[in-house]
Nanobody, 121 residues
Framework: QVQVVESGGGLVQAGGSLTLSCVASGNIFSINAMGWYRQTPGKQRELVAFITSGGSTNYADSVKGRFTIARGNAKNTVTLQMNSLKPEDSAVYYC???????????????WGQGTQVTVSS
């Protein structure tokens, strides 16, 4: 079993900054990529940023230049540094690990339970 846990959400004023962290643990052979997604009630979950095992990154246009995804210092961790936050950034932020496990071919998506980010006006 693989567990993904996010932390770092909270309330921040517009223009402020917040950093989210994510750690994947459990029966992991390798992690191909990790990403951050966000979702508000009644809407589809959308990609915010992701980083591959090779270090390549990609961002949604809405956050490009403001958010930075990076591998954490600890094994199987990733962070999302969010600067110049806007009220429209308010959402539940989810971390996804794309992992392989021993004895199986291919990769699997493993999701955390999310952390709330609220940006006030």
């Amino acid at each position: 079993q693989v567990q993904v846990v996010e932390s770092g959400g909270g309330l921040v004023q517009a223009g402020g900054s917040l950093t989210l962290s994510c750690v994947a643990s459990g029966n992991i052979f390798s992690i191909n990529a990790m990403g951050w997604y966000r979702q508000t009630p009644g809407k589809q979950r959308e990609l915010v940023a992701f980083i591959t095992s090779g270090g390549s990154t990609n961002y949604a246009d809405s956050v490009k230049g403001r958010f930075t995804i990076a591998r954490g210092n600890a094994k199987n961790t990733v962070t999302l540094q969010m600067n110049s936050l806007k009220p429209e950034d308010s959402a539940v932020y989810y971390c996804k690990g794309v992992v392989t496990t021993p004895g199986f071919a291919g990769a699997y998506d493993c999701w955390g339970q999310g952390t709330q980010v609220t940006v006030s006006s």
